[in-house]
């Protein structure tokens, strides 16, 4: 197999071993395609499309890497297909590329992601403070430019789930799933948290129900990220020291008396969420347990690589402890 694909290499053609399957199983197919300059690897997908495997499913919109929909596993890393280079990968090697390991398969290349909307539903939205005379005055709030800054950050995601896909908390422990946000929704809370005028109070909610204690920051959310968001370093860690601060520290607490911030109470933060009560429902079964590509990112496999093998899911004994 690796004479023949080095051959093809040498030909200017080039090897792509995609997922092909549902929700009932499915293996690995290989496609030898005519190497073309300046290609990513969504193009050759659409190439295999118009002319091998017309049937292949997948999932795409933007092209540009800024819809976050054709999210997938490419030689064993999360990435985007549209911002993936083929000159950037080995060469004289198959391009594999495999569905999103930590959410179900639908088919081919597509995995359903409802579980982050179903993750999303739980985060109490942005609840502005009221104005101010001087503001109701002015017509409009009034803000420091640092404190807009401090989430900005955090607006550029596009929702692609990559740091879903790679969280290994949810990617080698489905069960998981009901207690845990993920870092995508991490940042989101961040988002809000540190928004100056926000006046919902989310920390008990990430301690007790969305399970931030579980996140033990192995930045491989940060690897992942195709708007290069320091998810860990910027939203999770601080959003710990939150929690902390808020439980644990009386000049924090003496700070807010003689200031007199006041935030809603996390009851009433929960109350303005669409939906309330644990991370998210549990997912309806899905096929995992995809077969591990053969030129997998080492760096990154120690990090997130799943115990379980073909077909199953880790020991829930070994789930990371809050």
């Not at 700070?255 to 109350?271: D, F, N």
Request: net charge negative.
């Amino acid at each position: 197999m690796a004479e023949e694909i080095i051959r093809n290499t040498a030909k200017g053609e080039v090897t792509m071993r995609l997922w092909r399957g549902d929700e009932t199983g499915g293996e690995f197919a290989e496609y030898v395609m005519p190497a073309q300059e300046g290609e990513v690897v969504l193009d050759v997908i659409h190439r295999v499309q118009a002319t091998e495997a017309p049937d292949l499913a997948c999932r795409w919109n933007c092209k540009a890497g800024k819809c976050g929909s054709c999210s997938a596993e490419i030689n064993g890393r999360p990435a985007l297909m549209c911002m993936t280079r083929m000159d950037t990968l080995p060469p004289g090697e198959a391009v594999t590329v495999a569905p999103m390991r930590t959410f179900p398969i639908l088919r081919d290349l597509v995995t359903d992601v409802s579980y982050n909307y179903e993750v999303a539903k739980r985060i109490p939205p942005f609840h502005p403070r009221e104005k101010t005379d001087d503001e109701e005055e002015a017509g409009g709030y009034r803000m420091q430019q640092i404190d807009v800054e401090r989430s900005q950050e955090f607006r550029k995601c596009i929702e692609c789930y990559l740091c879903q896909d790679v969280c290994h908390v949810i990617r080698d422990h489905e069960e998981n799933k009901t207690a845990f946000a993920g870092p995508r929704f991490f940042a989101r809370s961040a988002e809000l948290e540190m928004h100056p005028l926000d006046v919902n109070d989310r920390r008990e909610l990430l301690q007790k129900e969305q399970g931030l204690g579980k996140c033990n920051i192995t930045k491989c959310c940060t690897e992942v990220c195709p708007e290069h968001i320091k998810i860990t370093d910027n939203a999770i860690i601080p959003l710990k020291e939150r929690v902390v601060d808020a439980s644990y520290d009386p000049v924090a607490w003496l700070g807010r008396k003689i200031l007199k911030r006041r935030k809603s109470t996390p009851a009433e933060a929960e109350a303005d969420a669409p939906s309330t009560g644990p991370a998210a429902v549990q997912p309806e079964g899905g096929v995992h347990g995809i077969p591990a590509p053969e030129h997998a990112d080492d760096a990154l496999v120690g990090a997130w690589a799943t115990d379980a093998g073909p077909g199953g899911d880790a020991p829930a004994e070994d789930a990371p402890a809050e």
